[in-house]
Structure formats: structure tokens, C-alpha cells
């Protein structure tokens, strides 16, 4: 279980960008962050894995006060917390296969690492990974050379190697087309409900969120705003996060979506019995 008390951050500037944010997350639970740009869905996130440091408060995972950890206990901890970043973070003039591995380099020495040669057995997970994503036949391809769905694929391929205990996704679906949006949600949610992962996705499509998760905490200028199951996102809260708007097309919209995606799903599996 993740738990956040109290979290807070403000900046050398003085603006507050988490104003003592308490949260628990259990183990195998989605959850998604939504809120307005600038609301500290992002600092919120890498307060977790103090890739921003935390004002105050209490980051504890598993048992683990993440925010008390010196540098060693840090990078022992990081492993246990896979990041899926929304610019992907692969290392462009490597392979699929070598991005992929990258996910073990808090594993392997350091001689290890600057040759990259990795154990056996991190190859063959590396394999399988590949293959429950769809990238099986991309393996020795350039990253530079993929598709933007096709990269995150590798950078959540990447992140399950550390095999963590939460995943931290930040906007996985903010550079691609609608469908492959579809396509990466549900991977996800799939392979935390295959590992009992939680994992804390921030995104901006509201309909996408209430499409694919089964919780989802408003923040508005870093403050819990609500927190509760999609449905519960009525056109006054949807206000109470974001301003006025027109919340009844937005809504409307969302469950066409998932009514169509709804048939695409049972297409798929229609096929696969045949």
C-alpha cells in the first residue's frame, strides 16, 4: 500500500504546488489523477519517487517511509517504483531491447551496465515483456525508429522489468491519437490487474480516465478537490475541478466511447475464440 500524509511542496518562489495531501493507495488499485494544468498532478507524482523533493509530509510504501531515505535507501526504493514518463525517456540510438533493459540498471553492476550485459534471466524477462506488449518483432529496432504508441509500449515494457510494486504513470496518452490513447490505458490497467500492481496515472482526458480506472482523485491548485469512482464525476464536481463548462457534452461523449470501445473488446475476444 502506498500512503501519502500530509504531502506538501512549495517552491523556492513561494507558490504551494501540493497543499498537505493525504492519499492511500492499495495494492492492485488504478487510480488516476485529473485536474486542471498546474493543479500538481506531476509534482505529486515524482514527490513519490522524490524525483522533487517534498516541503513536508510522509511518503510510505509497503511499510517504507520513502521520505526519510538517504541516497542508497533512495536508489534501492526507486526500484520498486517503475516510472512510465509522458516523452517516453528512451534512449533514442538504442534498441527496443536495450531500452528495455535499461529498467535493470539499479540491479546489475556498474561494469555490468556500461557494457550492458545483463544477466540470462533479465533477457528472458526482457523477451516476455516485449511479446506481452506487442513489440516481440521490434526487438532490434532503434527507438528513434518506432511509433510514439509503440514507444511508450517500450518504456512500460521498461518499467515492469524492475518488477515494482507501483507503477507512476505521468500522461502516458498525451502525444497520441485517440485509439492508441484506448490501447495504452487498457495495457496498463491489464498488466496491473496480471501483477496486482497499483499504480497512480496522471492524464487530462476526463473521459479516457472514467473509461479505464476504477478510482480517480481531482486535485485543483494542489489540493484534494474529490476522490471517488468515476461515476461520481457529476457536471458540479467536474466544476468544483476544472471552471465552468459544458460538462453534459463532455459526459455524453465519455459514454459513447466507452460503449464503442465496449464492442471492440468483445470483437477482439470473439476473434481470439475462433
Not at 209 to 220: K, N, S, Y
Amino acid at each position: 500500500m502506498l500512503v501519502l500524509e500530509g504531502l506538501t511542496k512549495r517552491y523556492k518562489t513561494g507558490d504551494l504546488a501540493l497543499d498537505h495531501v493525504d492519499l492511500e493507495v492499495p495494492k492492485g488499485q488504478v487510480l488516476a489523477l485529473i485536474g486542471p494544468s498546474g493543479a500538481g498532478k506531476s509534482t505529486l507524482i515524482r514527490c513519490i519517487n522524490r524525483l522533487v523533493e517534498p516541503t513536508e509530509g510522509k511518503v510510505v510504501l509497503n511499510g517504507e517511509t520513502i521520505s526519510r531515505l538517504g541516497s542508497g535507501g533512495l536508489r534501492r526504493a526507486r526500484r520498486r517504483m517503475g516510472m512510465i514518463f509522458q516523452e517516453y525517456a528512451l534512449v533514442e540510438r538504442l534498441s527496443v531491447m536495450e531500452n528495455v533493459l535499461s529498467g535493470r540498471l539499479g540491479y546489475v553492476g556498474f561494469w555490468q551496465s556500461w557494457f550492458r550485459r545483463f544477466p540470462p534471466k533479465d533477457i528472458e524477462n526482457a523477451y516476455r515483456l516485449l511479446e506481452r506488449v506487442g513489440l516481440e518483432q521490434f526487438y532490434d529496432k532503434r527507438a528513434d525508429e518506432l511509433s510514439g504508441g509503440q514507444r511508450q509500449r517500450v518504456g512500460i515494457a521498461r518499467a515492469l522489468i524492475q518488477d515494482p510494486e507501483l507503477l507512476l504513470v505521468d500522461e502516458p496518452t498525451a502525444s497520441l491519437d485517440p485509439k492508441t490513447s484506448r490501447q495504452i490505458m487498457r495495457l496498463i490497467r491489464e498488466l496491473c490487474a496480471e501483477r496486482g500492481l497499483a499504480a497512480i496515472i496522471n492524464i487530462h482526458d476526463v473521459a479516457l480516465a472514467q473509461q479505464f480506472v476504477e478510482r480517480i482523485v481531482g486535485l485543483r491548485q494542489g489540493k484534494m478537490v474529490y476522490d471517488g469512482p468515476p461515476d461520481g464525476l457529476t457536471p458540479e464536481v467536474l466544476t468544483e475541478i476544472y471552471g465552468e463548462e459544458d460538462w453534459q457534452a463532455t459526459r455524453k461523449k465519455g459514454g459513447e466511447e466507452r460503449a464503442a470501445d465496449a464492442i471492440v473488446e468483445d470483437d477482439e475476444r470473439l476473434a481470439g475464440a475462433l
